[in-house]
């Protein structure tokens, strides 16, 4: 099996279980229920409870939604700013060009992190801004990659042909030059998911991203923190999703990387 078929199979567990996992565990993420606090695993709580008496479980299922969205809609958000300014940039020229590229080589003056950290100190902690942070904060990489691949079609003999039989330069850049990088916009894009979950799940963690009592990965493993030579248990649960998530969608990245390489072969 191959390392997008393994990918594949893991984030389809992996979105299954953020899905349809809430639905299955008769237990509320979000209330607290004393009687239980610090609760070892059991049939009833099958990776224990926390200081509050929430069952962990039924936290790392709950918090497995809102990561996961955060982390795609991220990532959407970076490809299609990325996309959308790549194509102006380099099918305009001229001042256009000249005038994003200078924007998007200082955000990329930034360390990665430094930046979102820097975008959700602004806009505050919340789960909407964060996609924001991690979209804008990725978005460089997507326009220096569109850039440079539009550029390069555009000097190819069919896109000259084209120009010369009258066809619009939004019908090349769309209709010629974008099909012909799409693979490696997907491979970049699952290797992004994949640091941005990472990324969501420090700011969590510290306690900049999404704000408690709303569970994600990263403070759900902040509460397991608290408590860790306790109960080590509560961190196992939240902590081996979470890199199972960010493990699949790496080898979806390189499972895409491997295709096109042999497709380009």
Do not use: C, K
């Amino acid at each position: 099996m191959n390392r997008a078929r393994i990918g594949t199979l893991l984030a389809t567990l992996i979105v299954a279980s953020a899905l349809v996992g809430p639905l299955l565990v008769p237990h509320d993420p979000i209330r607290p229920n004393y009687l239980v606090r610090y609760a070892a695993p059991s049939a009833e709580h099958w990776l224990g409870t926390d200081g509050l008496g929430r069952d962990v479980l039924a936290r790392s299922l709950a918090g497995g939604r809102v990561s996961l969205a955060i982390t795609l809609g991220a990532t959407a958000l970076a490809v299609l700013l990325g996309l959308a300014t790549g194509l102006a940039a380099a099918g305009l020229r001229g001042l256009t060009d000249v005038v994003l590229t200078r924007g998007f080589d200082a955000l990329l003056a930034f360390p990665g992190f430094l930046l979102v950290l820097l975008l959700v100190t602004i806009l505050g902690g919340g789960v909407w801004q964060t996609v924001l942070a991690l979209g804008v904060a990725g978005s460089p990489l997507f326009f220096r990659l569109v850039r440079a691949y539009t550029r390069s079609e555009l000097r190819r003999d069919y896109v000259l042909a084209g120009t010369a039989l009258g066809a619009s330069r939004a019908r090349l850049l769309f209709r010629h030059a974008l099909p012909n990088f799409l693979g490696a916009l997907a491979v970049q894009a699952a290797s992004t998911a994949a640091t941005f979950l990472l990324v969501e799940a420090s700011l969590s963690f510290l306690g900049l991203g999404v704000p408690l009592p709303t569970p994600s990965w990263g403070n759900v493993l902040q509460d397991a923190r608290s408590y860790l030579t306790r109960q080590p248990w509560a961190a196992m649960g939240p902590g081996l999703v979470l890199a199972t998530a960010a493990l699949s969608l790496q080898f979806l990245s390189d499972g895409f990387r491997d295709r096109l390489d042999r497709a380009s072969r």
